[in-house]
């Protein structure tokens, strides 16, 4: 199955956003929130070939999987660059809680001037699954080793959990992020559509774990000569 070509409409429908051509419209665009519902026939595919190479003016791109299949895939960034080039937020949002964090990186080659990278892992009991829904599988990506990047100041992650598939990948981003300012880390947060998290046991958790934050910032830091501030939210 091909790449889809990124169509711009919104409104149930279809309604342009403007009479402007798609590729047009995408070289002047400056901000995206794309909302994917993948189909169980869909494989994962390269943003690149999603884009027209006139769409050099993004600075804000907003990613939902729907706690589903991750429908994109790292690629080269020859192929990416020239895209997000000027992409300074980055959001990723409802990636499923299994998922290896990884290939997440490979957006830190292709995007040099990003400064805020927000990602939220999310698993809830409520979340609606259809037959259509394509099966959940790990992408498998290596950054660089020779990979630094220097603008990125902010990193803010929701669904942290202290285990060590979660503290492995924050220290994958203090080291090639050399200059990173500041990590928060949320934990889960309540769901309107079901109780698997009441305020309640958030509120005893937070009483219980402000003893291990300062376990957690010394797991992250250990070994590193990074001076981010880490916040335990």
């Given at each position: 199955m091909g790449s889809p070509r990124l169509k711009l409409n919104v409104g149930r429908d279809g309604d342009r956003i403007s009479a402007l051509h798609d590729d047009l419209l995408l070289g002047i665009l400056e901000r995206l929130d794309l909302r994917d519902a993948a189909k169980a026939s869909q494989v994962p595919f390269a943003l690149s070939e999603c884009f027209s190479r006139s769409a050099?003016?993004?600075?804000?791109?907003?990613?939902?999987?729907?706690?589903?299949?991750?429908?994109?895939?790292?690629?080269?960034?020859?192929?990416?660059?020239?895209?997000?080039?000027?992409?300074?937020?980055?959001?990723?949002?409802?990636?499923?809680?299994?998922?290896?964090?990884?290939?997440?990186?490979?957006?830190?080659?292709?995007?040099?001037?990003?400064?805020?990278?927000?990602?939220?892992?999310?698993?809830?009991?409520?979340?609606?699954?259809?037959?259509?829904?394509?099966?959940?599988?790990?992408?498998?990506?290596?950054?660089?080793k020779d990979l630094k990047h220097l603008n990125l100041k902010l990193f803010i992650m929701f669904g942290f959990e202290d285990e060590d598939k979660a503290a492995n990948y924050i220290r994958l981003v203090m080291e090639h992020a050399v200059g990173l300012k500041r990590i928060e880390l949320h934990g889960r947060s309540p769901c309107n559509g079901c109780d698997a998290i009441d305020l309640e046991s958030l509120r005893r958790r937070s009483q219980a774990d402000e003893a291990s934050r300062h376990r957690i910032k010394e797991q992250l830091t250990h070994g590193s000569s990074s001076s981010v501030e880490i916040v335990i939210c």
């Open positions: 050099t003016n993004l600075s804000k791109l907003y990613l939902n999987f729907g706690c589903q299949m991750i429908w994109i895939k790292p690629e080269h960034p020859k192929e990416l660059t020239y895209i997000f080039n000027n992409l300074n937020s980055l959001a990723l949002y409802n990636i499923f809680s299994e998922c290896d964090l990884s290939w997440t990186l490979f957006i830190l080659e292709v995007a040099p001037a990003l400064q805020k990278f927000r990602l939220s892992r999310t698993q809830h009991p409520c979340a609606k699954v259809s037959k259509d829904n394509p099966e959940k599988t790990n992408i498998v990506w290596e950054p660089s």
